[in-house]
């Protein structure tokens, strides 16, 4: 059984002191990739070591966070391209729009997102969607975008199902963790109604840990317990999970 983790930032500092045993224990539990979403500058020469240091399993995306779009906004998608010219990325990401923490930059927000989906069309990659209280501004840049079918990910869905048809309608997977074991959050009702064709696994490392960790640090290796909430819902082996997800996340990505 092979599982792949879409989204995962175990490049940060929470996992500095012990990034071998995370690895190690992410391979014991199956995980065969784990692909990295990048943040910000700061973030970038972290991101590129990990992925230097263990290459068979770790996989860069590059882009800039909402949350770090501040006023020097143009600045940090200038290192961003700069790098996209460099090296190899599987996606764009993580990009999107969060109206969760602050609005105050709602509209340089806008305007990184599309500036960062015009990247991906012109580089024929897929993009990974941060979409935190923010679904109606997120469908209407794509909505209104000339290009009317994307590839990419709607990461840490959380959205009713018929934000999920349309997030699917336009291309797009829908990316599941630990938020799905969780009690009241409602995902796994609405997830449901979904196909498994549409849906990869993540698990957004540190955050969001699943049930029996939640509260806790994430990692990678936590994957298992998504997996196996998912083989709950849709009544499925764990294996056929991991056959069906995996092959999901190698068509969209190209691996």
Not at 49 to 61: A, G, Q, R
Not at 116 to 130: C, M, R, S, T, Y
Not at 187 to 216: C, F, M, W
Request: glycine share 4%.
């Amino acid at each position: 059984m092979k599982l792949i983790d879409t989204h995962s930032h175990i490049y940060v500092d929470d996992f500095k002191s012990e990034i071998e045993d995370i690895i190690s224990r992410s391979k014991e539990c199956g995980i065969d990739k784990i692909l990295l979403p990048n943040i910000d500058s700061k973030s970038i020469p972290q991101l590129h070591n990990l992925v230097d240091n263990f290459s068979e399993t770790c996989i860069p995306m590059m882009g800039l966070h909402p949350t770090s779009v501040k006023e020097n906004y143009k600045e940090e998608l200038q290192l961003c391209e700069q790098w996209l010219s460099k090296k190899k990325y599987i996606a764009i990401g993580e990009i999107g729009i969060d109206l969760y923490w602050d609005k105050t930059f709602l509209e340089q927000q806008k305007v990184a997102f599309t500036t960062q989906i015009n990247w991906a069309i012109e580089l024929d990659l897929p993009i990974v969607i941060h979409c935190r209280e923010s679904f109606n501004e997120i469908f209407e840049i794509l909505d209104n975008h000339p290009i009317k079918k994307y590839k990419g990910v709607f990461h840490s869905f959380t959205g009713n199902e018929e934000q999920a048809r349309h997030a699917i309608d336009l291309g797009f997977l829908l990316g599941i963790n630990g938020i799905v074991t969780f009690k009241n959050a409602g995902v796994d009702k609405t997830i449901s109604k979904i196909p498994l064709q549409n849906l990869v696994l993540e698990t957004d490392s540190p955050y969001l840990a699943p049930v029996p960790h939640r509260g806790k640090r994430n990692e990678s290796s936590f994957l298992i317990h998504i997996a196996q909430k998912l083989s709950e819902i849709y009544n499925i082996s764990i294996e056929d999970i991991a056959k069906a997800t995996s092959h999901n996340a190698k068509t969209l990505f190209n691996f």
